[in-house]
């Protein structure tokens, strides 16, 4: 999340919801995990053998020479978690080639809109605008909410979102807990748009 464009009477944020490091991360994982398990499955059906050792640790009496696993049941049941995974990372792809939940918060001055832009899955509603008038935004709000750690640390963590109070749509979020921003950052943001918009801040 942040400003890509900003002029005296228009600001845009851009939001980031699967393009994110660690979506890249997992969807890369899964696919190699599922094509190892789905190569297994296929030397199981084959009958061949998918474990090969050097010579030199062959040589040690308690590992074998190669390792085999009968197709039934362990090689259908690896081909089983070998396609799905390969379905779940695909997935995983998708959304992030077609960014989906991603976009653009734009404040237009000139129009006296606001317009937050989403992007789906590909179809008639790929698109999603929710427009705002700015003669209903109230203010520009810092929520912050507690939350306990765990169980076993009890520690409390404090987690702030900036919303935006209007009359017809209530509070907007503006900011997520995933975007792990930090309270210099959090502040920063409410406060431009307060001063950018024109209406109050809240704590």
Known sequence: MGIVFRSKYVLVYSMTESRKLSNFFWAFIIF???????LVAISS??????????????????????????????????????????????????????????????????????RFVRWGFPGKNRRI????PMNELQ??????????????????????IVYLETI???FIPLTRIEDNLSGSEIAHKAGELSVFLGVPLFY
């Open 139 to 160: 203010s520009i709000r810092i929520i912050t909410g507690v939350k306990e750690g765990g169980i076993f640390t009890r520690t409390l963590t404090y987690e702030s």
């Open 45 to 114: 059906y084959l009958g061949m053998d998918f474990f090969f050792v050097s010579e030199e640790i062959c040589d040690f009496p308690f590992i074998p020479d190669f390792i085999y696993f009968p197709f039934i049941p362990q090689g259908a049941t690896m081909a089983f978690y070998g396609i799905g995974g390969l379905f779940i990372s695909f997935y995983l792809w998708s959304i992030i080639l077609w960014d989906v939940g991603g976009g653009y918060d734009i404040f237009n001055k000139k129009e006296k809109k606001v």
């Open 32 to 38: 190699l995990g599922s094509l190892g398990l789905l």
């Open 168 to 170: 017809e749509q209530g």
């Open 129 to 132: 605008i929710l427009e705002i």
